[in-house]
């Protein structure tokens, strides 16, 4: 597996997150898929470049904290895309607002790790064709989610 951190921040605790996010990804990739031979790409960007993302991409003019871009719809059966060098499957980009991950830390009561790490899960769900769009899917997202976290021994309580 191959886990690419882009750290568009540059400070002390976006560099302290990229260990994390790389574990974090790791742990949702190889439990979810059950294989190691796959590719994504996490950036860590601010509020500006993720409401610019958000409105390029999705038409909403807001900022949010995290965007996913999956390659591969493998729940609809695609064929996944696949790295031509290596032939890793690429599941695609997640982007993390930084600064939106510290405002909910604070809103939440929990640390700045394990928000990005739910971020994090979040979007590598997203990527391997999760969704929230109704009650049941986000039921069943969001107990993967916890599933996930727990895994990796980051409660809430962190």
């Not at 439990?31 to 860590?44: A, G, I, K, N, Q």
């Amino acid at each position: 597996m191959k886990i690419e951190i882009i750290d568009e921040i540059g400070n002390e605790d976006s560099r302290a997150l990229g260990e994390l996010l790389t574990r974090v990804a790791a742990c949702a990739g190889r439990d979810e898929l059950s294989r190691e031979d796959w590719e994504v790409c996490l950036t860590l960007t601010d509020g500006a470049r993720i409401r610019a993302l958000n409105r390029e991409f999705r038409q909403v003019d807001s900022e949010t904290d995290v965007l996913s871009f999956p390659l591969w719809d493998r729940r609809a059966g695609e064929e996944a895309t696949r790295n031509p060098e290596t032939h890793a499957i690429l599941l695609g980009d997640i982007v993390i607002s930084l600064p939106r991950a510290e405002e909910q830390a604070r809103e939440y009561g929990h640390s700045l790790r394990r928000e990005a790490a739910y971020l994090c899960v979040h979007g590598m769900l997203h990527l391997m064709g999760y969704d929230h769009m109704n009650d049941g899917e986000r039921a069943v997202m969001r107990a993967r989610e916890e599933e996930l976290l727990t895994a990796l021994n980051l409660t809430r309580e962190d």
